[in-house]
Structure formats: structure tokens, C-alpha cells
């Protein structure tokens, strides 16, 4: 069964940084395609980062050059390094997993995804 576990979230200052974690178990880890998402409160889900089976990356235009996505298929486990944090990217964060469509596929629409982390609260300060 497959079970994603977020950690590292907290409170941070505007303009600080924060790491948040992700670790997976039940599946072929490395041959997945995985995703970061946020949710505001009384705003919609959406699609952070995703990173594909060759590590390739895509971001929301709202937090490219601020947010890094990577895995490390030795432990498991996916990261979103997130700085210049902003009070607006308050949310709760969720990572994602999903089957590839190709090698090559990323998607950050989460009906792509169909296994899920309970997520970990990021609260940006100003």
C-alpha cells in the first residue's frame, strides 16, 4: 500500500526559508512521477512542482525561481526547498504520486495523482 508522509512544515518570516519533506514506502519510489501541492484556506488546491521519472522539473509560474523540487531514491523521500517565502504561500502542503504516462510526463493537475500525503502546514509571516 502505498503511503506518502510530509514533515518540515512550520513558521517562518517573509523572505526566510523552509524544507519540507515527503517520505514514501509501498512502491517503486523512483518510477513515479511526484508533486507538491497547496491548499489556502477557502482557496483550491493547486499544483506546486512535480518532478518526473528522469528528474525532470516543472513549477507554478507563482513560485519558479523561489522553489526546488527533488528526490532522493535512496531514502525514499522528496523535498520542496522553498525560499524568498512570501505570506501567500501560507497553505497547507501536500505531496503527491502518481503512475507516468511516458518517461518524460509531468503534470501538476492533481486529478493526475492518486495517492496522497496528509500534509504539513506552512505559515508565512510579514
Known amino acids: 500500500q502505498v503511503q506518502l508522509v510530509e514533515s518540515g512544515g512550520g513558521s517562518v518570516q517573509a523572505g526566510g526559508s523552509l524544507r519540507v519533506s515527503c517520505a514514501a514506502s509501498g512502491y517503486t519510489y523512483s518510477k513515479f512521477t511526484m508533486g507538491w501541492f497547496r491548499q489556502a484556506p477557502g482557496k483550491e488546491r493547486e499544483g506546486v512542482a512535480a518532478?518526473?521519472?528522469?528528474?525532470?522539473?516543472a513549477y507554478a509560474n507563482s513560485v519558479k525561481d523561489r522553489f526546488t523540487i527533488s528526490k532522493d531514491n535512496a531514502k525514499n523521500t522528496l523535498y520542496l526547498q522553498m525560499n524568498s517565502l512570501k505570506p501567500e504561500d501560507t497553505a497547507m502542503y501536500y505531496c503527491a504520486a502518481t503512475s507516468p504516462r511516458s518517461f518524460e510526463w509531468l503534470t501538476l493537475v492533481q486529478n493526475d495523482y492518486n495517492y496522497w500525503g496528509q500534509g504539513t502546514q506552512v505559515t508565512v509571516s510579514s
Open positions: 518532478i518526473g521519472y528522469l528528474d525532470n522539473t
